[in-house]
């Protein structure tokens, strides 16, 4: 029997979806990416929405089982859930016109995936805002807070497993009882084994228990879709399978990803479970104190006595007590060399700038880098609460009073050019480096930070502060190397070449500390189990990475905040000349406390799911990993072309997991740096600096990648893609194409806070998601008649996208997607002359078609069409030159010069914006002057005279251009209204224009035709 389409083939809850996975990004608390860094992370509400609708079929196809449907009817229908929840809207909210939606078992499904709530619709029919937590409905499966919702997701599981055993011959009631009746049995068995006291030792029951509870996690996953992710990354789309009850597998070549994988979505779900110890064993591994800190409620008392003590979370607590543990072995050992003032308050950072020689030979003068004098400037406090460093020079001495108020003077430090405040000498940059390379440049401490009650205090170093650090032992610098062009940003040129070299001696004594007493035995030998012990070492390394990226010498100091910067705010590490040191030992919120407090709260809120994903670190695209179609669905997030070097990058990581965690971990570990030249991403520098090669490399490896995917997997494969240049997406859509799939759904879901759909901007913040399946092609396709299939297509998606408020390259992007699809069908496309068609051609067709579609129906010449279609893509936003060039060539007799000539485009460097009317009549008084002049210029004359005070002016000339109402100028003017963004003056003038069109002609036919020098704008 034929297959039905997946509901992600057919439809997607985009706006919702969008909705949630842009609130994503603000959600902290126990969120995966709070874990541990990782760079491209996917939002979790996408990445669910994009497994669930991969999984399940779309209800309305004709071949879709009656048993899912009857199941929707069960689970989402009206009589098993209380305010029907998931009732179509009654009105779509994000429509102008009153449109309601169908209630058919699609929709019903669509709602469950994501709904708007209730308040959300009411505001915007008034125009309110909502705020972000309460766009989506509480029974939406993608709304963060549902992450843990039993309810919604069992739900979202049962749909699954109806879905996945249509064919078993059962129906929908029977086979709900067979689910109810697995999951039973795993909760049953994790009852038996989490209530069995001093289940940590190894006993016979203990080990029959726990096998019990692996049979019915296996019985169960052996009914639920195998889902795979090839590049896992930091882990979202497997935590999202294996939440949505799958089998969950995922790939990721890099050791650092793989280890965070394992700390997401492994050890959390498999050790974040109750433990019962007796008394006396919690004693013997934790120690009277810490029993005394068990509160009453989870001590078990027989015959008024402590017998034994339950932990809720095992794992969650074990790693508080030893990372607590361990930073206070640590700070005994080291915490000397971070003294305490004479009245005992212990700073909480330190703050620092290295200072350069003047090359003037006759002044020399030791010149702090400092690029201005400001520590702190808080948000919300007065410019007299603003702390800066006052310069005191006495002779060639440099030093400084910290002092409360204003201070704008320029700093000594432009661009790492050296302006000497003692003889005004400029140093240039280029000696200030050889100073840095060759070691010359000096750290100088000039400030000491505390905390108070009302903030933080600021005050000059003490003689002891200043001395301590030169008493501390000559500290081992770790020698991995950063890679050139990547990674290393701009350090290289300034003598950095090392990792190990991006920290001072306190801050190395600090790491070596903390790794040796992680290695001396921290763990007792109580802990039996090697892999637990391993799941608990890895949270210790993960302790240790993030102090490591707030313990360097490139953090920055947020002066709004009074906060440090952790190094990787950027994705490169760039050179810092002055830069705040914590005490990792302190109360401040970048402390060493405040890093564990994050990893507990991620372990703490992802622990209830009873199912783990199963990483390999291993490079994607290996055929014997899983046999012929043994993987139902793949859902995966490819690298982004160059836009991220993660192996070069994740270094930083590497260099310290592989001193807390190649023991544990040895196989993970053996290289000397992250593997680089598997990687699938298209960087030149790994090329020796060959773009071709790279390139090259890159599609050689995603096709790769993606022909072992289409031989294991049966049914659909989702790839979400982020880059926005043609380039990227080409070599991503040959990859698909050459390995033998199509694309058959694709969707733009916003996932970038761009402050609202509304807001137009021109650059992608989106990420585009295709389906794609395993395809026949047809044999030879014509060029024409593909052509005019992709119109239509392309046609079709940019109306549906344009009302969704997709803009721009998020628009465009989204649309290849559809293009491809229809290009895909065929083995070849040849044109008349026998030649055939490339993906890269096919791209290009696709733009022209959506621009020509957004064009639909517009009369008017040429630069008008342009002004209208660019307005719609990217409204007054910047954008590349490049894209002016494609335009201006698309269906349009225009050069491209003459859009600037004309100030219908205005440069900026190489970035350009539109020219609203004021702009352009500001460059040429004269735009729009004659009849002849292009509809837009006409328009904006009209426009600057409407705003203006010569109403005889504006008269004459609506006279002379615009006297018919059924003209192509008052056409012009509609359009404008619909596409000009709501608050600008042009839209102001527009639809002032459109709402008095009637009067302005009537009144035009009373006054007298213009003549030569009238119609003055300046009047
Ligand atoms: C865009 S990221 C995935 C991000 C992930 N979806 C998340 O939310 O964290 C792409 C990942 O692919 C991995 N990768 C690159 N080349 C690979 C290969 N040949 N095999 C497996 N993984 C690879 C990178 O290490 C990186 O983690």
């Known amino acids: 029997m034929a297959q039905a389409k997946k509901l992600i083939e057919v439809a997607m809850p985009i706006k919702e979806i969008s909705a949630e996975s842009v609130r994503d990004k603000s959600v902290r608390h126990g969120h995966i990416s709070t874990l541990h860094l990782w760079w491209a992370r996917r939002p979790l509400p996408v990445c669910r929405a994009v497994v669930f609708a991969s999984l399940v079929p779309d209800p309305m196809d004709k071949n879709c089982p009656e048993v899912f449907k009857d199941a929707i009817k069960i689970i989402l229908g009206k009589e098993n859930n209380i305010g029907d929840p998931y009732k179509p809207y009654d009105d779509i909210p994000y429509t102008v016109a009153i449109d309601k939606m169908e209630d058919n078992l699609r929709n019903r499904l669509m709602m469950f995936i994501g709904k708007f709530s209730n308040e959300y619709s009411i505001n915007e029919k008034s125009g309110k805002t909502t705020p972000s937590a309460k766009l989506i409905s509480n029974s939406s499966l993608v709304k963060s807070e549902n992450k843990n919702n039993e309810i ?21 009631t029977e086979l709900l009882l067979n689910f109810d009746q697995h999951y039973k049995s795993i909760k049953d068995a994790e009852y038996e084994l989490y209530n069995t006291t001093d289940r940590h030792k190894i006993s016979t029951a203990v080990v029959s228990k726990e096998i019990v509870l692996q049979n019915a996690i296996s019985g169960f996953l052996d009914k639920m879709p195998r889902v795979f992710d090839p590049f896992a990354g930091g882990g979202a789309i497997p935590l999202e399978a294996a939440r949505l009850g799958c089998y969950s597998f995922g790939n990721d070549i890099n050791p650092v990803a793989h280890i965070i994988q394992k700390g997401s979505v492994e050890f959390p779900q498999k050790y974040g479970k109750p433990i019962i110890y007796s008394k006396s064993e919690f004693i013997n591994i934790y120690g009277e104190k810490e029993f005394q800190k068990i509160t009453n409620e989870n001590i078990v008392f027989k015959n008024g006595q402590a017998e034994e003590v339950i932990i809720q979370n095992r794992i969650s607590f074990d790693v508080k007590f030893f990372a607590q543990a361990l930073l206070a072995h640590t700070e005994k050992e080291i915490g000397k060399y971070y003294p305490a003032d004479e009245k005992g308050v212990k700073p909480v950072a330190y703050y620092w700038v290295k200072t350069g020689t ?32 006052k310069p005191i020079i006495v002779g060639k001495q440099i030093d400084f009073e910290i002092k409360s108020g204003k201070f704008e003077e320029e700093g000594w430090n432009n661009r790492g050019n050296l302006k000497c405040p003692i003889c005004g000498n400029i140093t240039d940059v280029k000696e200030i480096k050889r100073q840095s390379k060759e070691g010359l440049l000096k750290d100088r401490l000039i400030a000491v930070i505390e905390e108070s009650k009302n903030g933080k205090i600021f005050r000059t170093p003490t003689i002891d502060e200043i001395s301590i650090v030169d008493k501390i032992p000559k500290q081992e610098i770790p020698g991995e190397k950063i890679q050139k062009n990547s990674a290393g940003g701009d350090t290289l040129s300034w003598g950095i070449t090392k990792w190990g070299e991006m920290y001072s001696n306190r801050q190395l004594l600090v790491m070596h500390s903390l790794i040796r007493m992680k290695k001396e035995n921290l763990l007792p030998d109580t802990i039996t189990d090697k892999e637990y012990r391993n799941a608990i070492n890895v949270y210790l390394a993960f302790l240790i990475d993030r102090i490591a990226m707030r313990n360097t010498r490139h953090n920055t100091w947020h002066l709004q905040q009074d906060t440090i910067e952790k190094v990787f705010g950027r994705q490169a590490i760039s050179m810092v000349f002055d830069y705040p040191e914590m005490n990792p030992f302190s109360t401040f919120t970048s402390s060493a406390y405040s890093q564990l407090d994050q990893i507990l709260d991620y372990i703490n809120e992802e622990s209830s799911c009873f199912n783990i994903s199963i990483c390999q670190n291993a490079a994607s695209g290996d055929k014997s990993q899983f046999t012929r179609k043994y993987l139902d669905v793949v859902v995966t997030d490819p690298p982004y072309y160059d836009a991220i070097a993660y192996a070069d990058l994740s270094d930083f990581f590497y260099v310290w997991m592989k001193r807390t965690l190649a023991n544990d971990f040895p196989l993970n570990f053996a290289t000397p740096q992250t593997p680089k030249s598997d990687e699938c991403t298209a960087l030149k520098h790994h090329h020796n600096g060959d773009y071709e090669k790279a390139k090259e490399h890159f599609e050689y490896k995603l096709y790769q990648i993606f022909d072992a995917i289409e031989s294991q997997t049966k049914e659909i494969v989702s790839i979400m893609f982020a880059h926005q240049s043609t380039e990227a997406w080409t070599t991503l859509c040959n990859s698909i194409l050459k390995a033998k799939m199509n694309i058959t759904g694709s969707w733009a879901i916003e996932t970038e806070n761009t402050g609202g759909l509304k807001q137009d901007k021109a650059f992608l913040a989106s990420s585009v998601t295709v389906s794609c399946t395993p395809t026949e092609r047809k044999g030879y396709g014509e060029f024409k008649e593909v052509k005019t299939e ?20 998020d628009l465009l992007t989204a649309c290849f997607g559809q293009a491809v699809s229809e290009f895909g069908k065929y083995e070849k496309v040849e044109k008349a002359d026998g030649s055939e068609v490339t993906v890269a051609e096919l791209l290009e067709m696709a733009r022209e078609s959506a621009f020509n579609a957004l064009l639909k129906g517009f009369v008017g010449d040429d630069f008008t069409k342009f002004y209208i279609g660019w307005l719609q893509l990217y409204s007054f936003a910047e954008s590349d030159f490049d894209d002016a060039a494609k335009f201006s060539r698309v269906g349009l007799s225009i050069d491209v010069a003459e859009l600037f000539t004309e100030h219908i485009l205005i440069k900026n460097g190489n970035k350009q914006t539109l020219g609203g009317f004021q702009e352009r009549l500001q460059a040429n008084r004269n735009t729009g002057e004659k009849t002849s002049s292009f509809l837009i210029d006409q328009v904006h004359r009209t426009m600057a005279l409407y705003m203006g005070t010569n109403r005889m002016a ?41 709402t008095n069109k009637e009067s302005l002609i009537r009144e035009s036919k009373s006054v007298q035709p213009i003549v030569q020098g009238q119609g003055n704008l300046f009047q």
Do not use: M
């Open 358 to 389: 003047c090359s003037n030979p006759s002044c020399r003068a030791e010149v702090p880098l400092l690029k201005q004098f400001y520590i702190s400037k808080r948000r919300g406090v007065s410019e007299k609460q603003w702390v800066y460093f």
């Open 152 to 172: 919604i997701l069992t739900k979202a599981r049962k749909l699954i497993w109806v879905a996945h055993n249509s064919q078993v011959g059962k129906t929908a």
């Open 954 to 994: 504006l008269l004459q000339y609506i006279g002379k251009v615009a006297a018919n109402p059924e003209s192509s100028f008052w056409r012009v003017v509609t359009s404008l209204c619909e596409v000009l963004p709501s608050g600008s003056e042009d839209y102001k003038q527009a639809t002032g224009l459109i």
């Open 790 to 809: 992709i119109e239509k297509t392309v046609a079709k998606e940019v109306d549906e996208l344009y009302r969704l408020g997709f803009r721009g390259a």
